[in-house]
């Protein structure tokens, strides 16, 4: 066995092993619970830009974009552009056409120049609107024709309506081997008393939207392994793969 096989291969062992240590779940639940209290995802920034995200999950987002290399990524939910500026500068990374759709309900003028100002802004297309709208679909229908390999990121409203129609809607452009990333489903188990001023709870969020949309849709499933070695994440069961 050469040896980044092994390396491999005891990753994956040690990973089965740690999620069978007592309470890790519970402890890693706790932690979040606690930070999240604190906006502890609004900490970061990448390549200057506030980025509302977990550290953990955008090193999964890098994983998965070395994968699967697409050319194009869309993302619902830009907010100040770090997560679309951290797509492009993966793009940017890998080289040739491939661009970043971003859509948002409300895309602030300070926002967007800052964006439209970074050395990778020339990979992406922002469109202002809801997501959910037919008017926005079609445009990003519009802007991702032609385009092969493609990576969809959910993280607009979390209310449960909103994802699911965003499922439905954008879930087809998915290349097969690549996935529908759907954030925030960790709303489903944090306490409601964290989202007072928010339309979702518990049985309204993102998570409550993927048990639906799974229910009739076949083509893709929840990559367990992700949640599995992450153990700290915003997105339990919301890297969904397509496999058909
Ligand atoms: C959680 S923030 C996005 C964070 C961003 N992806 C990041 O990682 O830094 C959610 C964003 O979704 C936008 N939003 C809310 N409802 C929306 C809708 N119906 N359609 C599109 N965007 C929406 C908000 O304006 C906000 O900017």
Redesign the pocket.
Known sequence: MDLLKKFNKEKSVNNERLSTETNIKDVSLEWLAKTYRYRYPYNFSWLGV????YPQDIMAMQEIIWSVQPDLII??????G??LLFYASMLELLGGDRRVIG????LKKHNRDIIEAHPHSQRISMVEG???SEQVFKEVEYLARGRKKILVCL???HAHA?VLKELELYSPFVSQGSYLVVFDTLVEILPDTFFEKRSWSKGDNPYSAVQEFLKTNTDFEVDTKIDQKLLITANPQGYLKRIN
Request: avoid cysteine; charge should be negative.
């Open positions: 506030p980025i509302i995200q993302e619902t939910g830009i907010a100040h770090g997560s859509v948002d309900i409300n809801s997501s959910s993280d607009s409203s909103h």
